[in-house]
């Protein structure tokens, strides 16, 4: 257990729903990632917070994603009318206020969509 | 061609065997990552290093600056070590650090 959490572990949703997935990092980390991973593949950025401002989206990251992180404490990613490739698990994993420090992995949320 | 390159995608190996993971990159990086990943997902950070070497218990990581080529060695490989190991480098663009992972390497210790 790194001290990140991530809830749901598990989503199974059909295409067009809405999802929404939570993420709280070790305490006193003033950085929060969000990262994607498909099957056989490392980690895909996807963007990232310094307290409450999020100061980089990933290309990857479409309009029909959202993040936020209203009190610089826990995050949540939205994905709008899902998509079968939006299948997935989403990693949030959390650091220091030095963007060189470890970044601490919560456990995923494996996204599935029917 | 990926900036984060590994080898070999898949290892298996028998119990007490000696494992070596490569990873090549492309780009002047600030640092590299050794992480490893379990089959429920979790991440675990093993090592950060940006120069020379670094041991942890069995763990062993490697890195050579100039020939852009890190290595994480397990000595005495154990079924418990079976994982994901997932390299990561961090670089600078356009004044913006990036943390870019390869597509790791799936290792299975056979006991």
């Known amino acids: 257990d790194t ?3 991530q809830n749901p572990r598990h989503k199974i ?5 809405n999802v929404t997935f939570r ?13 994607r991973q498909t099957l056989g593949q490392g980690p895909e950025f996807l963007t990232y917070f310094q307290n409450e401002a999020q100061l980089e989206k990933s290309r990857l990251l479409s309009d029909r994603f959202s993040a936020e992180r209203p009190k610089g404490s826990f995050s949540t990613l939205e994905i709008q009318r899902t998509e079968q490739g939006d299948s997935a698990m989403y990693l949030c994993a959390s650091s220091r206020y030095a963007s060189a420090d470890t970044q601490y992995f919560g ?8 | 061609k ?4 590994q080898s070999p995608q898949n290892l298996t190996a028998q119990e ?11 780009v002047g990086i600030s640092a590299l990552h050794w992480l490893q ?10 090592f950060m290093l940006s120069s020379g070497k670094k041991k942890h218990g069995r763990l062993i990581a490697t890195i ?3 020939e852009k080529h890190s290595s994480l060695h397990i000595t005495a490989s154990h079924p418990r070590d079976s994982a994901v190991y997932i390299c990561a480098v961090r670089f600078i663009i356009q004044g913006a650090q990036k943390l870019v992972f390869g597509q790791g390497t799936r290792l299975t210790i056979n006991p």
């Open chain 1, 3 to 5: 001290g990140v959490s």
């Open chain 1, 13 to 17: 949703t059909k295409r067009g729903q």
């Open chain 1, 23 to 35: 993420c709280d990092p070790i305490s006193e980390h003033n950085r929060l990632y969000w990262y």
């Open chain 1, 107 to 114: 456990p995923g949320t494996r996204l599935t969509v029917l």
């Open chain 2, 2 to 5: 990926n900036e984060v390159e």
């Open chain 2, 16 to 26: 007490g065997e000696f494992i070596t993971i490569n990873c090549s990159y492309s």
């Open chain 2, 37 to 46: 990943q379990h089959p429920g997902g979790g991440i675990v950070s093993l």
């Open chain 2, 64 to 66: 050579n600056i100039q």
